[in-house]
T-cell receptor, first 113, second 115 residues
Framework: AQSVSQHNHHVILSEAASLELGCNYS??????LFWYVQYPGQHLQLLLK??????LVKGIKGFEAEFIKSKFSFNLRKPSVQWSDTAEYFC???FGDGYALNFGKGTSLLVTP | NAGVTQTPKFQVLKTGQSMTLQCAQD?????MYWYRQDPGMGLRLIYY???????DKGEVPNGYNVSRLNKREFSLRLESAAPSQTSVYFC??????????????FGNGTRLTVT
């Protein structure tokens, strides 16, 4: 069955620490990959997306993600987090010609000063 | 340009009551979606509308109905609310099917509590 998995449910980091959030999916065909962020009290916003080409994609606010096809993974990274990065992060996938996004369960990130 | 607008922002219902959540977008998008967000479950698709006049079930459609009233508006109706429908509901739209070139734009959500 098609699925999206995020391994870390809660992450706590100090400011300036590096971040990597895991995302894996189960599907053998083509995919569109996304990371969305939801700041406290706000709606989801697109961080970055991947469709084809360079597997390393850069998004807003210094985030990047790398698509590793052999591992069915699309991990999100940031070299140095800030307190303002405190939010919930969602990996999302469109499988093949599917119509809608399938979301992972989310990772709650808390950045402490 | 307001994007995706949802009303109401908050609602409390008693079990068995009905209500309609409203959603409107002003971006001339073809596709619209209703998701629910529950702690530890992420976002799950309830229904979507690929284009005006069409609707399709998502992952968790039971207990809900939808209407794509026109290109702008996509409403979600709970005919007989149950406590299990306590959730935050997000409406979203995209130019076409969700893809690289057609990311989702979300509304601010409706927080529904069913007692």
């Amino acid at each position: 069955a098609q699925s999206v998995s995020q391994h870390n449910h809660h992450v706590i980091l100090s400011e300036a620490a590096s971040l990597e959030l895991g995302c894996n999916y189960s599907y053998g065909g083509t995919v569109n990959l996304f990371w969305y962020v939801q700041y406290p009290g706000q709606h989801l916003q697109l961080l970055l997306k991947y469709f084809s080409g360079d597997p390393l994609v850069k998004g807003i606010k210094g985030f990047e993600a790398e698509f590793i096809k052999s591992k069915f993974s699309f991990n999100l990274r940031k070299p140095s987090v800030q307190w303002s990065d405190t939010a919930e992060y969602f990996c999302a996938v469109v499988f093949g010609d599917g119509y809608a996004l399938n979301f992972g369960k989310g990772t709650s990130l808390l950045v402490t000063p | 340009n307001a994007g995706v607008t949802q009303t109401p922002k908050f609602q409390v219902l008693k079990t068995g009551q009905s209500m309609t959540l409203q959603c409107a977008q002003d971006m001339n998008h073809n596709s619209m979606y209703w998701y629910r967000q529950d702690p530890g479950m992420g976002l799950r698709l309830i229904y979507y509308s690929a284009s005006e006049g069409t609707t399709d079930k998502g992952e968790v459609p039971n207990g809900y109905n939808v209407s794509r009233l026109n290109k702008r508006e996509f409403s979600l109706r709970l005919e007989s609310a149950a406590p299990s429908q306590t959730s935050v509901y997000f409406c979203a739209s995209s130019e076409d099917r969700s893809s690289y070139n057609s990311p989702l734009h979300f509304g601010n959500g409706t927080r529904l509590t069913v007692t």
